[in-house]
């Protein structure tokens, strides 16, 4: 996901989205573990879109402050 798209999304949504994509990370993780994993890249990706969606958060939320 790119930063542009998170940008425009609201915050509810951003929030939801990193509810979901945790979520996927975990099934990732675990699959990982097992041996099931058909990329292991996706664990990266994944840590990384979460990772924007939380900075975009934390930049609205200094922006009201």
Same mark, same amino acid.
């Given at each position: 996901?790119?930063?542009?798209?998170?940008?425009?999304?609201? #915050?509810?949504?951003?929030?939801?989205? =990193? +509810?979901?994509? %945790?979520?996927? /990370?975990? #099934?990732?993780?675990?699959?990982?573990? =097992? +041996?099931?994993? %058909?990329?292991? /890249?996706?664990?990266?990706?994944?840590?990384?879109? =979460?990772?924007?969606?939380?900075?975009? /958060?934390?930049?609205?939320?200094?922006?009201?402050?």
């Amino acid at each position: 996901m790119k930063i542009e798209d998170i940008r425009e999304m609201e #915050a509810t949504a951003i929030r939801s989205s =990193i +509810g979901s994509a %945790e979520t996927n /990370l975990m #099934a990732l993780r675990m699959k990982n573990t =097992i +041996g099931n994993n %058909e990329n292991p /890249l996706e664990i990266r990706a994944q840590r990384r879109d =979460i990772a924007r969606m939380k900075t975009v /958060l934390q930049e609205r939320e200094l922006k009201i402050r």
